[in-house]
């Protein structure tokens, strides 16, 4: 089992910076993909940036240039660096993990979300 904790969300205006963390209950290093999605009011949870199992990153295009995504495998937690944000932006924020399993699955995990709210 994976706990993802999230934590860093708020209330920020247009234009504005935020930094969500998600910590594992286990070493990142025992994870294959971890990476954060976003889901606003009825509308469907859509990746916002990963990092893969190679080691690279990918970022959603309405994020590219704004938010940067890092990890700290000594605190097995996952960053996400939100910059020049947009009302649009506005969503609940979720963590996400891919973990392989002894007989070859791969096991996803989700934190409980964190409510990012952008005004305008």
């Known amino acids: 089992q994976v706990q993802l904790v999230e934590s860093g969300g708020g209330l920020v205006q247009a234009g504005g910076s935020l930094r969500l963390s998600c910590a594992a209950s286990v070493s990142i290093f025992s994870i294959n993909v971890m990476g954060w999605y976003r889901q606003a009011p009825g509308k469907q949870r859509d990746l916002v940036a990963t990092f893969t199992s190679g080691g690279s990153t990918v970022y959603a295009d309405s994020v590219k240039g704004r938010f940067t995504i890092s990890r700290d495998n000594a605190k097995n937690t996952v960053y996400l660096q939100m910059n020049s944000l947009k009302p649009e932006d506005t969503a609940v924020y979720f963590c996400?993990?891919?973990?392989?399993?002894?007989?070859?699955?791969?096991?996803?995990?989700w934190g409980k979300g964190t409510l990012v709210t952008v005004s305008s």
């Open positions: 996400y993990a891919q973990r392989g399993t002894p007989l070859g699955r791969a096991m996803d995990y």
